[in-house]
Nanobody
Framework: QVQLVESGGGLVQAGGSLRLSCAAS????????MGWYRQAPGKQREMVAV???????NYIDSVKGRFTISRDNADNTVTLQMNNLLPEDTAVYYC???????????????WGRGTQVTVSS
């Protein structure tokens, strides 16, 4: 059973920092792109940052220069360092990964349960 488990998040004042981490576990053959998405109340889920297995990254424009995504392929983890947080960053943040499990050998999208990030003004 493959699963993604997030940690981090919480309440922070504007201008503060938070660090989100996500660990993939289970019977995994390979992990491809990993990333973070977020969903604010009343809005659609949006991509925040993604990183390929080779380390290539892509960010939504609103977080460029403030957020940094990184991964550890040996530990199957992905991290999102969030600096200079703004109230508009408030959302539930979800970890996502493209994973091929050993059981099926079929690449599929997996999601974490989400972690709340609240930025007060």
């Amino acid at each position: 059973q493959v699963q993604l488990v997030e940690s981090g998040g919480g309440l922070v004042q504007a201008g503060g920092s938070l660090r989100l981490s996500c660990a993939a576990s289970g019977s995994i053959f390979s992990i491809y792109t990993m990333g973070w998405y977020r969903q604010a109340p009343g809005k659609q889920r949006e991509m925040v940052a993604v990183i390929t297995r080779g380390g290539g990254t892509n960010y939504i424009d609103s977080v460029k220069g403030r957020f940094t995504i990184s991964r550890d392929n040996a530990d199957n983890t992905v991290t999102l360092q969030m600096n200079n947080l703004l109230p508009e960053d408030t959302a539930v943040y979800y970890c996502n990964a493209e994973i091929t499990p050993k059981i099926t050998f079929r690449k599929s999208d997996y999601w974490g349960r989400g972690t709340q990030v609240t930025v007060s003004s």
